[in-house]
């Protein structure tokens, strides 16, 4: 699975916790992010991490344009809580295009758990089938 993740300043300490407690399950799949959020959580957890732009400098939309070509099939995205905070059009694109595209969504730690236990027990073979020629499940067919 691909899976990507971001986390807003004030959330990538609880954001590199989640990846800690789960190590295990992530550590077998495929795992992108937003550069200093990649960066951090790979320092934290020996996770071997795709990076992409800081999220302020395009990251997101990177990631954003990945799940539009239905290349993401799982979005970690850890978002700010503060009222004062301004919205950023990227993000609220992220979001959209998760439900365009039907890709699974964790945007606090509750919903992650739920995600990555659903993850561990295999109930997002659905991608397969959602996407039969996509890129995941070509590699898939392949590696059988």
Known sequence: ????????????????????????ILSRHHLCATHTTGKYISDATGLDIET??????????QITARVSYNEIDLVFCFRSTDPAKTQYESELNLLRLCDVYNIPLATNIATAEVLVQALEAGSFNWREYVNPISEYSMKKKTKK
């Open 52 to 61: 992409f732009l800081p999220g302020s400098a395009g990251g997101t939309e």
């Open 1 to 24: 699975m691909y899976i990507a993740i971001i986390a807003d300043d004030n959330k990538k300490e609880l954001m590199a916790q989640f990846c800690i407690a789960y190590c295990n």
